[in-house]
Structures are given as C-alpha cells and as structure tokens.
C-alpha cells in the first residue's frame, strides 16, 4: 500500500518543518554575522554562496510555516500559491548548487570541478524529492478538497 499524505499530517510537515527551518536559518545567520564582524573585517567580505543559502533558507522556511497554517483553506481553493511556492523552492535548491558551485575553491582544476558538481547534486537530490513530493499530494489533496466541497454543495 503505497503512502498517502493527508491534510493533517502535510500541515505537520510544512510546520515543524518550516519551524525548525526558520529557527535554524537564523541562527545561521547571527553566526555568519558574528563571523564577519572582527575588527576591521567588511560585512560584505563574506562569501556570497552563504549569504544566498541562509537568506534563501529563511525565506522558504517562513513560507512553509505561512503555508502549515493557511493549508485547509488554500486546498479549497486549489492551494495555487502554495504550488507556486513548492516550485519556486525547487528551482531555488537547484540554484543553490549552482551558486555552490561557482562560489567553490576547485582552482581551475577539473577533477575538483566535477566532485564539486557531484557532491551537490548529490547533497540536493533529497531535498529536491521531497518537494516534488509534496507537490504532488497538495495537487491531490487540493482536488479532493474540491471535490468534497463542491459535492456537499451540490447536496
């Protein structure tokens, strides 16, 4: 029997999940600002690679939250936004490898280059899954949402 995800258990998803995100993409981000606060040293020295992963990372992790609390009434009216959101996080993961990579120490060697590449993609493909999973089941949950409210208004 193959699992199903249910509203309940997509909303527990999106808001622990986006919780425990938000709560860890800020903490990153006061480490990242205290590292780059001795004296002397510019904010903006930091690498840009890290300063996209925290930022990116806070972002959708806030969302996931946004979308944990609003998920029964958006999948009644077709959870859009949230399917929008899943899409553009997906997109935004794939970036982050690229922005990994190009932001990578692999000088000019290209052995070094190609595991760079590899160790992302590889790094990313969970967290790529399990997004496309969840677009999947909001699609089908929001249609079945549909559905029952549109045959109960029916009756």
């Given at each position: 029997?193959?699992?199903?995800?249910?509203?309940?258990?997509?909303?527990?998803?999106?808001?622990?999940?986006?919780?425990?995100?938000?709560?860890?993409?800020?903490?990153?981000?006061?480490?990242?600002?205290?590292?780059?606060?001795?004296?002397?040293?510019?904010?903006?020295?930091?690498?840009?690679?890290?300063?996209?992963?925290i930022?990116?990372?806070?972002?959708f992790?806030?969302?996931?939250?946004?979308?944990?609390?609003?998920?029964?009434?958006?999948?009644?009216?077709?959870?859009?936004?949230?399917?929008?959101?899943?899409?553009?996080?997906?997109?935004?993961?794939?970036?982050?490898?690229?922005?990994?990579?190009?932001?990578?120490?692999?000088?000019?060697?290209?052995?070094?280059?190609?595991?760079?590449?590899?160790?992302g993609?590889?790094?990313?493909?969970?967290?790529?899954?399990?997004?496309?999973?969840?677009?999947?089941?909001?699609?089908?949950?929001?249609?079945?949402?549909?559905?029952?409210?549109?045959?109960?208004?029916?009756?």
């Open positions: 029997m193959a699992m199903r995800e249910t509203e309940r258990s997509a909303r527990l998803y999106f808001l622990i999940g986006g919780g425990l995100g938000t709560i860890y993409g800020l903490w990153s981000l006061v480490n990242l600002v205290n590292l780059a606060r001795p004296p002397r040293h510019a904010l903006t020295q930091e690498p840009v690679a890290a300063w996209y992963i930022v990116i990372s806070i972002v992790s806030a969302l996931f939250v946004v979308a944990g609390i609003d998920l029964p009434r958006a999948l009644r009216t077709g959870a859009s936004w949230i399917l929008r959101m899943l899409v553009v996080a997906g997109v935004a993961l794939l970036a982050w490898v690229v922005v990994l990579y190009l932001s990578s120490d692999v000088d000019y060697d290209p052995d070094r280059a190609k595991a760079a590449l590899v160790a993609l590889v790094g990313i493909a969970v967290p790529v899954a399990l997004v496309a999973y969840l677009y999947v089941n909001i699609r089908r949950l929001s249609a079945e949402a549909r559905a029952t409210s549109s045959t109960a208004a029916n009756t």
